[in-house]
């Protein structure tokens, strides 16, 4: 139940929650943090709260430090409810002075706990407020995650309280940057950034404008998720950058689902032709990788190839509720292609094609149906498919012009 000092008189208050699995449909296999914030001054401030059931580790740690109702302003840069779950609890407990919000803040909040009494204190993007020693400025960060979100940055101490911004779901004994395992860490910020940022890139990427114009001096960037980056702040912002222009790696994915392995067949066969065009590759089954884990390849991949059977006169169901959620997700910049087996009708093809045209995807290939099972020159198709995403992607590295086929 200890604080952890950030900086003289800041300290990390919050709680690590080493239990959940599925965060809205996101798998979080290392668990994740609520991160809450202390600042003693002569205004003491809690930036940020907790999901509703650590209510109890949030104050232990803040009695730890100073009795809860001492503190003066309650900051709240978010209001999803892993971030205000216990709000209300702690504000009628601590009865601040201030509750500091945006104005889109004020609005959700009072539509989460219709509370028209709390003492709200509206603040304007760029906006400064004195806590006595240390001023507090606030940055309007909208759709980083929700409307109403925003950052709160400690001019004296340069730390950037990000809200979920920078964060990554991932549960450690550790806090900063500097004392996990990076490989593991990146992964998951790259992971946390592919479920939960993608489609609001063109914001991250004018923040990113926005901060480096500002000339903002960042020492420290406190997320509420995961560990703070202390040592390498510089990481986490020049990997943003690199996520929110969705450029790939030059590499390629085959997502397929299959009934009885004859789009599996083509699956390995397409796999042939993408290295014979010397194209790294993973090929992804939907039976067993989640859709949250394949997005994290999305991510930084150049190349989508799509595989499913027809079931229906539609798709299997999990390719059909892996494409609502990349849909909504909005992934850009990709090249992209389509295979199946099918039976009799044969539409899936068709509809993963369409999905990707509304993506805005670069279709390389009409794409590739086979009845029931695929014989040998059948493969051979499936292969010369691999080649075409490969010699298309390899064009487009060579910034070749590069045109949809559909
Ligand atoms: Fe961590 Fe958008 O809440």
Request: proline share 4%; hydrophobic share 40%; charged share 25%.
């Amino acid at each position: 139940m200890k604080p952890i000092e950030l900086a003289e008189n800041i300290y990390w208050v919050g709680a690590v929650d080493w239990l959940t699995r599925d965060f809205h449909g996101y798998s979080t296999y290392r668990g994740t943090t609520y991160n809450a914030f202390l600042i003693m001054d002569e205004k003491i401030t809690l930036i940020d709260t907790v999901k509703q059931p650590y209510k109890s580790e949030l104050l232990h740690r803040i009695r730890n430090i100073v009795d809860p109702e001492k503190i003066d302003y309650i900051v709240v840069n978010h209001v999803e409810m892993d971030h205000s779950g216990c709000l209300p609890e702690i504000i009628d407990l601590v009865k601040p002075e201030k509750v500091i919000c945006s104005k889109m803040g004020h609005k959700a909040l009072l539509k989460h706990f219709h509370r028209e009494d709390w003492p709200y204190h509206i603040v304007n993007p760029g906006e400064d407020l004195s806590l006595g020693k240390r001023t507090l400025s606030f940055l309007e960060t909208r759709m980083l995650h929700w409307p109403d979100s925003m950052f709160t940055y400690v001019k004296e101490d340069q730390i950037l309280f990000s809200s979920d911004a920078f964060g990554q779901h991932l549960a450690t004994s550790e806090r900063f940057d500097d004392e996990v395992n990076q490989d593991v860490l990146m992964y998951e910020c790259a992971k946390y950034y592919a479920n939960i940022l993608t489609l609001y890139s063109p914001l991250v990427k004018k923040l990113i404008a926005k901060v480096q114009e500002m000339n903002l001096p960042i020492k420290m960037i406190a997320p509420d998720h995961g560990v703070i980056w202390r040592a390498n702040p510089g990481k986490v912002l020049d990997a943003y950058s690199r996520w929110c222009v969705h450029e790939g790696r030059g590499n390629a994915l085959i997502i397929y689902d299959t009934m009885w392995h004859s789009t599996e067949m083509m699956a390995k066969a397409v796999a042939d032709g993408l290295q014979d065009e010397g194209i790294s590759y993973r090929l992804l089954d939907l039976r067993v990788n989640h859709r949250s884990d394949v997005m994290a390849d999305v991510l930084d991949a150049s190349a989508i190839i799509l595989g499913c059977p027809t079931l229906n006169n539609g798709m299997l169901p999990r390719m059909a509720g892996f494409l609502m959620y990349m849909r909504g997700l909005r992934p850009t910049n990709k090249i992209g292609a389509a295979f199946g087996s099918y039976g009799w009708s044969g539409e899936a093809v068709k509809l993963m094609n369409e999905a990707m045209k509304e993506m805005k995807f670069t279709l390389c290939h009409e794409g590739l149906r086979v009845q029931y099972v695929p014989e040998h020159g059948e493969l051979a198709q499936c292969v010369e498919l691999g080649r075409t995403v490969g010699r298309t992607l390899n064009d487009f590295l060579a910034g070749k012009e590069i045109r949809s086929v559909l």
